[in-house]
C-alpha cells in the first residue's frame, strides 16, 4: 500500500500534555506531510518533511523522518483544548503526483 | 480562512437529481483536486487536474463528472447518485501538481446527502 498509517488511532490527554503520533509507509518518498482535520471541516496543512530531511519544527510542531525504517512521527508539545482534531499523514510516493492520506488519527485534548 | 471557496456546504439531492458543486481558489494555483471523505475516514483521491487538463481519474464512476473551466475553478457534476455517495466532498489546490512538493490547501467541503 502507498498509503501511510498512523499510530495510535486514538489518543486522549490532558492540556500541558505532549502528544505523539507515528506513520508508517511501504514505498519510497518524495515527502511526507502532516494534515489536521477539525471535525465536519476540511483540512489544514500543518508542515512537509521533505526525503532528504530527518526533523523539523514549526511552533509547537516537530517531525521527524527516518526513511530507513520508512516511519514518521509528530510530536505537539503543550496541548491546547484548540489542538482537539483529526490528524493525518499522508505521503508524495517518489515520482507519483497523488498525495496518500493514512487513516488518520483523533485526538482529544481534555481542558 | 481557508483560501479555497467551496459551494454549497451542504447539498442534499434525489438519486434521478442532477447538482453541482464548485470550486474556487485565487492563489495562482495550477492543480485542483476533488476528493471525497467518508466519516471516519481519510480523504480519497478523485480527480487530479494540473493545467486545466484531467491528469488522474481514480477509476470515479461517470455518475461523477468533473470540470475545469479555467485555472481558477473546478466543478463536479453529480447526476444518477446512490446514497452510498453521501460523504463530504473536498475541494484542493496546489502550485502545479507535477514538479511541486505538492502542499494542498483545501477548502471546506461539500457535504452532500443522496437520498
Known amino acids: 500500500s502507498q498509503q501511510g498509517e498512523e499510530d495510535p488511532q486514538a489518543l486522549s490527554i490532558q492540556e500541558g500534555e505532549n502528544a505523539t503520533m507515528n506513520c508508517s509507509y511501504k514505498t519510497s518518498i518524495n515527502n511526507l506531510q502532516w494534515y489536521r482535520q477539525n471535525s465536519g471541516r476540511g483540512l489544514v496543512h500543518l508542515i512537509l518533511i521533505r526525503s532528504n530531511e530527518r526533523e523539523k519544527h514549526s511552533g509547537r510542531l516537530r517531525v521527524t523522518l527516518d526513511t530507513s525504517k520508512k516511519s514518521s512521527s509528530l510530536l505537539i508539545t503543550a496541548s491546547r483544548a484548540a489542538d482537539t482534531a483529526s490528524y493525518f499523514c499522508?505521503?508524495?510516493?517518489?515520482?507519483?503526483?497523488?498525495?496518500?492520506f493514512g487513516k488518520g488519527n483523533q485526538v482529544v485534548v481534555i481542558p | 480562512d481557508t483560501e479555497v471557496t467551496q459551494t454549497p456546504k451542504h447539498l442534499v439531492m434525489g438519486m434521478t437529481n442532477k447538482k453541482s458543486l464548485k470550486c474556487e481558489q485565487h492563489?495562482?494555483?495550477?492543480?485542483m483536486y476533488w476528493y471525497k471523505q467518508k466519516a471516519k475516514k481519510p480523504p480519497e483521491l478523485m480527480f487530479v487536474y494540473s493545467y486545466e487538463k484531467l491528469s488522474i481519474n481514480e477509476s470515479v464512476p461517470s455518475r461523477f463528472s468533473p470540470e475545469c473551466p479555467n485555472s481558477s475553478l473546478l466543478n463536479l457534476h453529480l447526476h444518477a447518485l446512490q446514497p452510498e455517495d453521501s460523504a463530504l466532498y473536498l475541494c484542493a489546490s496546489s502550485q502545479d501538481g507535477q514538479g511541486d512538493t505538492g502542499e494542498l490547501f483545501f477548502g471546506e467541503g461539500s457535504r452532500l446527502t443522496v437520498l
Open positions: 492563489m495562482g494555483h495550477r492543480a
Open positions: 499522508a505521503i508524495r510516493p517518489y515520482g507519483n503526483n497523488r498525495l496518500a
